[in-house]
């Protein structure tokens, strides 16, 4: 991610992104999904907090597209190895440039509340342990 010029002026502009939204970009960062694909890693990497139902997906996926962050990709497995009927979605360069820009602001948010030891790299600390 360029840290100037307008790109990355129109990614910030963004900020900040729906935390499910995030979640969906994120699980495109290493290569193109197909939506029961996105389901599975967002969940995985919610650790099972985030569930998205289906309808909501593609919701998502459908105005993620509008605004320029995705696009559904004509690249397909092997036709043994594929349903036809799945729909595949990767990041538009803009895309990448919006998450990596999420991922940076709650990365220092991340670091704050370290700072202030309400989290630590592994957990919340409870109120009753936090220095004052």
């Given at each position: ?31 193109e999904r ?51 009927r ?47």
């Amino acid at each position: 991610m360029t840290d100037t010029g307008p790109a990355h002026d129109a990614a910030l502009s963004m900020l900040p992104v729906n935390p499910r939204d995030f979640l969906i970009l994120f699980s495109l960062i290493d290569g193109e999904r197909h939506g029961y694909g996105v389901l599975k890693h967002v969940s995985e990497e919610s650790e099972g907090r985030v569930r998205l139902d289906p309808a909501n997906l593609y919701r998502s996926l459908k105005r993620l597209m509008k605004d320029g962050l995705l696009v559904e990709t004509e690249k397909r497995p092997a036709s043994d190895l594929d349903d036809e009927r799945r729909r595949y979605y990767a990041l538009t360069d803009f895309g990448t440039e919006v998450v990596a820009a999420e991922a940076t602001r709650l990365s220092k948010l991340a670091d704050a509340a370290r700072s202030r030891n309400l989290v630590t790299d592994s957990e919340i600390i409870p109120e009753s342990e936090r220095s004052r």
